[in-house]
Every structure is written in C-alpha cells, then in structure tokens.
C-alpha cells in the first residue's frame, strides 16, 4: 500500500545521527578576543559595573522589529544597544577561535559539511538590574541568514538567562562568568533573556549566514537508495484512502509532500540554508528523487489541524447561564456558578491565544496547502495555491509535536464544537515523477506551467499548446482571486486568447474570483471578447462572481472602488471590450443588490444601519461603472425597495458628491444618481412631516410570529402593541426564556429582558425602554439634517 511506503520514507528520514540539535553553546576562554568599543576603549574582561556605566553612556535605548516597523517599547524589550559600526573585534586568536566555534555550530545544528558559517556582528547589547527582552523570533535580515549567535561576555551577574525554544523543548542558557559563552540556535527558534536581577549581562549578538562551500557529492552513504526504491512504490501504487469507505481509489498519488520540522521564510527556503536535520532528509530525498526519475521542490505549507478538545474551565451558555441551572435541583447551587463577570467566557485566553492547558482528543480533521514553492530550475520561488490530499503527505514529525503559530477554542454549538483549530507553518520537499511535470506545477496554479504553454504558442505549436491545456481541465479549478492571482490570471488570458479554441479558453478563465481582474487585462479583455463573441464573455464573466473571491477572502469594495477605471479601459480598448464591461456592471450590481436586500431585513438598528452604509461606496461605484440602461435600471430598481434603503442611498449620494462636478455631470450615472437623490428627497420630506410620537404612547411595532408559531409570540406581541403596558414580569423556564430573549435581540426592540432569579419558573422582566422615544428622536433629527444637505448638495432638476 501507499501508506507502507510512505511511513518507509519517513521512517528511513528519521535516523538518529542525522538529528541535528536547535540550539548549542560553546565556552572559551576569554583571553581569545580583544573587544574595543568607540568611546569606551578596550573592555577588560570579565566586564565590571564601571566599565558596564560606560558602555551605557554610549548606548541608545533598543528596538525590536514587528512585521515591517521598528518598535521601542521596554514593556518589550529593556536593553542598551550599541550598534556594531562602533565595536572592533581582534586579539591574536579571535578569527581562529570564531571559525572554530562557527565549525561546531555547524556540527551541533545538524548542518551539512557543505555549508560554512559566517557570522556578522549585529549589536552590543547591555543589561542591566531589571533588563529583559520578552519571547521573539529575530527577523531573518539576510537571505542567507540561519541563525543567531550570542556570545556573552564574562561578567558577573545573576538572572538574564537566555531561554531558546523550538518544536516544544526549551533550553535555558547561563553564561558563564570568568569565559566567553557562544549560544547558536536557529533564526525560527522563540527565544528570551530573563531579566536580570543583579550586575550586569553584556552580550554581542551576531546574525549566523549560511553559505556554500562546495557542491553535495553524489551519496553520502545513506539509505538514498532505498528510499529512492520506496518513491517508486509510492508513485506506483494506487493512492490510499483516509478513511476506508467509498470507492477505492485506482489512480496512484501526483505527488509525494514531505514536511520539514523547521520555520523558513519565501527568502530563506533554499536547498542549501536548511535547518538541522531538514537539511540532511532534504538532501537525501533529492539524491533519491534524482534516482527514482521525479522532480523535487522546496514548498511552504500551511497547515490547519481541527482537535476534539476539553477546556479546564465550566462553559456558559449565551445569556451568561450555565447550561445545567434550569435542571439543576441543587438548591445551594443559587447563583454561584453562572455569570462570568466580563460575560464573556474564555476572553482572556482567546487574546492571549494559549490553549496549551486543553486536553486533546480526537484529530477530527487537518488541511495542508502549500502557498509558495521554489522553481525546479531553483531560480526563486513562486506564489502557488494547491491542496495536499492526506494520500499525498509524510512526514517524520508529526504536527502536533510542534508549537502552532494559532489556536482557536470553539465551545458547544449544537452539531458540532468542543474543537480547537491549530495553525502551523511548515516546508515540505514536495516530488512527482518527471513525467507528469507539466501537470503536477500547473495544478498548483504556477505561472511557470503558463508561461511553457505560451512557449508553444508562440513557437506556432497551436495543437501541442492545446492538448496541454486541455489536460489541465480536472484539476484546474480553484486559482485564487485578488491582487495576488493576477499575474497568474494575465498568463491564462494571453494563453487563453492565443489557444483559439472557446471551450478551452473558457476552463482556463473560470476558476478566478472577479476581485483578479484590473485595468491591465483590459486589452486581453477584449481582444479575447472579439475572438469568442459576447455570449462566451458573459459566461465567462458570470463564473468569475462565483464563490472564487468569498473563499479566498478577496476585498471585494477595494475591487468595486477599481471598477469604473476599468469599464472605462475595457471601453476604450481595440476589440469588443463592451461586451465584457457589460456583464461586469450587472453582476456587481447584483452582487451587491443581495447585499442590499439582507441588510434591509436586519431589525437591529445600529448594526443594519453599519451594514447599509458600508454599501453605500460600493453601490456608487457600481453606477459609475455601467452603462445608461443599466445604470437607469439600477436607479429604478433601488427606489422599488422599501424607504429603509435610504440609509444606503444617502452614502451613495455622498460617495457620488465627493467626485468633481466635471467629472459628474453629462454621465450616465450622473442621471442615476440625480433620480435617487430626487427620490430621497420625497421620502424624506413626508418623513418629517409626520407627526410627533404622544409623550404618553408606548406601542411598538409587533416582533412577528416566530416559525414555530409558538404560543409566546402573541402574547409578546399583545405587549409590544400595548400603548400603555411598560413592563410585563413574565414567569417562564429557561428554554422558553430564551426564546423571547432571542425574539427581542433579532428586532432589535427596544425593550430591556432580564431574569429575576427567584421561584421556579424564573421570572423574564420585560421592560420597555426610554428609547422607544429617543430613538424616533434621533430617526426624525437625522432626516432634518439629511434633507438640509440633500437641498444643498443634490438640488433637484427642474421638471
Ligand atoms: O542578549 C541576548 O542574549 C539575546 C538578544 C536577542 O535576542 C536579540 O537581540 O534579538
Ligand atoms: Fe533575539
């Protein structure tokens, strides 16, 4: 079976001796270096307070890096810093003794005699009484950078302990107080210094910079000839199931992805800058690859993990009670067990994200994509987007014995929860045999395949361009959607017009979310609207509004905010560029109708009001982007919906304002708007004319009967109705509670429900409140304010 060879693989991957270590240390003595610093002179060694003052005066507070700022912020990190343009190294023995440790970090970190180290001073860094610096992870400043070497200077000090972790283990490393101490881990290790409790810590931190030194020779005597026999057999063999049910499969697996143990940036994956013992499997799977006729990459993996796990703490249902109490007979039980004090349970550890105390069950469910793999030609990378099914995956550590990057507790909700999710980041070596090549990078959605397409095309290999195409067509299904799938997007589109072949052309396109398209396709836009005609581009334009962009979380506003730009280029365009900006309008302006027409139904003010108003950009933009008839069909439609739409239409005519008049004026959605602002202006004006709410009239609008047309709904409503009933003290059992309680949230009502917690059945106190008013207030004001504006901004056409 697969399963036999790939657990083989990771078996013969696992040996002992190639297991390299994630941090190590090294003492010497201290006679070997000479260290002077500008404005200081040369240190003695050990360093003493006098000397450490002194260092101080010519040290600036440090920074630390987070995503691309530089930060200072000694909640963070409290040290002095003096940067490395200012201290000179040298003594007799310096450069032998650093080449000699540098050796046996390579040695102790599992790197291959292939590779030397270099180390290149970062900073001189001093801590005093209380100084720390929390967990981090150093940015990899260099693409060749692997690690971090800290070599403390003899002092006499307590605490400042420099603490390294990786995969769960941890090591704590004191220096030493007469020698020089070389600490070495790996650039994705998490790593701290304590603070220190007495004297002073100085260090000087290096960045480790892994370089080759001379080309890996054939074998190096491990089981590479074995393992090349079990890729044989993996690639042979038909692809195992998960689970045993269905249809077995008859097709043996594309590929073979074989995840690493250590962290790697885009920058920093690289055959020859592994890590401990990834760079040793890796080696060895590409001898075996070599062997077994496949093709071998370095890829980036994300990896999602869905477990059945228990928290140590007691849950809460939604109002705050626990889920027990209403069969609770315990009468000791009053009040002690419900309500969290923020109402929220689990707050403090969702921000802080640490699940580590859950106990784990069941792995229910994991997902691995691969996002980003290094050509085969090893000339970089590229963005890539392609999921691994289980039958395809090996690995010798499993996830679970590494630390996510993110977890996530979901509680009971009825069908499913009790599950955490756990994300990590891992590199694979990922083969296929060299045959299926072709096949094996274009489903991973890589430009690289499209651009081979387009060298037959332009090489007048029309039917070799077209077979190839054409065997994408079961797997060419998902290619992403937004900013980062355009340059994958054009490629299709230049292939897509050169393939002249409708059918083709069209499964080439589909699988883009709408957010792909930008103005710099618009030529290809048209030119392959003129070539298929406009039935096929509106085909094609109506699978792109597909669920593509809502999977990949692509920004459709920004993309509407683009829209017009490109109508207009499509417009201008040689070819049939109509025949594509048509259907683009329309379908946005159905997209966002939908939108519309759900935040229409939402009855809790604020929230609906949020929803409109985030629509009203949007909605403009998809005026500005069509055409007469449509836009005249938009603006019908939209004064077709009820007045609550206004909350919508005023941004819109807001967005439509900020626009200069010359831009404005004589467009078709100039029209457009004009009819909705004379719209607005109608509906407003009969609002404000209506007459005041009585100061003695407390009737609501009725909730409606529920689905289930319980008996509670009516009698809710018989309240609600009332004029003059305030407060209705309503004796009811918890499941019957919440059912009013839920009835009174999603109408947004406003009405108070509490529960007295007294008697059996508890009793549910609904209380009207003063907003019943101050609402309507406010609903009035607004529209005053609104009409004022309208006048100025908007006058209305004279008929
Ligand atoms: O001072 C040390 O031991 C380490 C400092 C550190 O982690 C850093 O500079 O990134
Ligand atoms: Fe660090």
């Known amino acids: 079976m697969g399963h036999g060879a790939r657990r083989r693989l990771a078996e013969l991957l696992d040996q002992e001796e190639q297991r390299g270590d994630f941090s190590t240390r090294f003492e010497l003595s201290a006679h070997a270096l000479r260290i002077q610093v500008d404005g200081v002179g040369e240190l003695p060694l050990p360093v003493r307070a006098p000397v450490a003052k002194k260092l101080i005066a010519q040290a600036r507070q440090a920074r630390f890096g987070r995503g691309e700022q530089t930060l200072s912020d000694t909640r963070v990190r409290d040290t002095w810093e ?12 310096w450069d032998r003794t650093l080449s000699g440790v540098l050796d046996g970090v390579r040695h102790a970190l599992g790197l291959p005699p292939t590779t030397a180290l270099r180390a290149e001073p970062h900073a001189l860094l001093v801590y005093g009484k209380g100084q720390f610096f929390l967990p981090h992870q150093d940015s990899e400043k260099d693409d060749s950078m692997v690690g971090t070497l800290v070599v403390s200077l003899p002092s006499h000090h307590s605490g400042g302990e420099l603490v390294v972790e990786h995969a769960g283990r941890s090591v704590t490393h004191r220096a030493s107080r007469e020698q020089l101490t070389f600490v070495a881990f790996y650039a994705d290790c998490r790593h701290e210094v304590r603070p220190v409790t007495a004297g002073y810590r100085v260090t000087l931190t290096m960045n480790l910079l892994a370089e080759r030194v001379r080309p890996a020779d054939g074998n190096d005597g491990g089981p590479v000839a074995d393992l090349a026999h079990r890729l044989t057999e993996h690639f042979a063999q038909p692809a195992e199931q998960r689970y045993g049910y269905g249809r077995p499969e008859t097709t043996p697996p594309n590929r073979l992805v074989y995840l690493l143990d250590h962290e790697y940036s885009r920058r920093g994956l690289d055959w020859d800058r592994l890590k401990g013992a990834d760079a040793t499997r890796a080696a060895r799977l590409r001898q075996a690859a070599g062997q077994a006729g496949c093709e071998a990459v370095l890829a980036l993996a994300e990896v999602k993990e869905t477990w059945d796990a228990v928290p140590p703490y007691d849950r809460y249902d939604y109002y705050g009670e626990t889920e027990h109490f209403d069969e609770c007979e315990d009468d000791e039980c009053e009040g002690e067990c419900r309500l969290d004090p923020d109402g929220e349970p689990g707050a403090e550890r969702r921000r802080t994200g640490d699940f580590s105390d859950y106990e784990l069950g069941d792995l229910i469910d994991d997902e691995i994509t ?25 690995a010798t550590t499993e996830n679970k014995d590494l630390t996510p990057y993110q977890s996530e507790y979901e509680g009971y909700m009825g069908n499913y929860g009790n599950t955490l999710d756990r994300w990590y980041r891992r590199a694979a070596v990922v083969l296929w045999p060299r045959q299926r090549s072709f096949a094996a990078r274009a489903e991973a959605g890589s430009e690289q395949a499209l651009r081979e397409l387009q060298g037959h095309l332009d090489a007048g290999e029309l039917h070799r361009a077209r077979t190839l195409a054409q065997s994408l067509a079961p797997f060419w299904k998902h290619q992403g959607s937004g900013e980062a799938a355009a340059p994958l997007f054009a490629a299709a589109l230049r292939v897509a017009v050169g393939l002249r072949d409708a059918d083709t052309a069209a499964m080439l396109l589909a699988p883009f979310g709408v957010e792909t398209l930008a103005e710099e396709h618009a030529p290809d836009l048209a030119a392959a609207a003129a070539q298929y005609g406009w039935r096929w581009a509106r085909n094609t334009v109506s699978t792109w509004f597909g669920p593509v962009g809502a999977r990949t979380g692509a920004d459709r506003t920004a993309w509407l905010a683009s829209l017009p730009g490109l109508c207009a280029a499509l417009r201008t365009s040689d070819g049939d560029g109509d025949a594509v900006a048509a259907p683009l309008a329309e379908g946005a302006w159905q997209a966002t109708r939908q939108q519309l027409t759900g935040w229409l139904d939402v009855g809790r003010e604020a929230e609906r009001r949020a929803g409109m108003e985030r629509l009203g950009a949007p909605l403009a933009h998809v005026l500005q982007a069509a055409d007469g008839g449509t836009a005249d069909t938009i603006a019908t439609a939209l004064r077709g919906l009820p007045d609550t739409v206004l909350e919508c239409l005023l941004p819109v005519l807001r967005t439509a304002a900020r626009r200069p008049a ?55 409503d018989a309240f609600l109705n009332s004029r003059t009933r305030r407060v209705m003290e309503w004796p009811l059992a918890q499941a019957r509670r919440r059912h009013v309680h839920s009835r009174i949230d999603l109408a947004g009502l406003p009405v108070s429900h509490t529960t007295r917690r007294q008697g059996r059945p508890y009793t549910l106190v609904l209380t009207k409140t003063d907003a019943v008013f101050t609402r309507e207030q406010a609903t009035r004001d607004r529209a005053e304010a609104d009409l004022v504006w309208l006048r100025k901004n908007w006058p209305r056409t004279p008929r």
């Open 662 to 716: 010359t831009a404005r004026n004589g467009t078709h959605a100039a029209r457009a708007f004009q009819a909705l602002a004379d719209h607005c202006e109608t509906v407003l004006t009969t609002s404000v004319a209506r007459p005041v709410r009585a100061a003695d009239d407390w009737s609501l609008a009725p909730a409606g009967a529920c689905r289930s047309g319980c008996d509670l709904c009516p009698d809710l």
């Open 82 to 93: 003096i940067t490395p343009d200012r201290v000179t190294l040298g003594g007799p023995d």
């Open 370 to 394: 691969l996002g980003w793999w290094t050509r085969p030609d090893a000339t970089g990378g590229e963005q890539i987007s392609l999921p691994v099914p289980y039958a395809e995956v090996c």
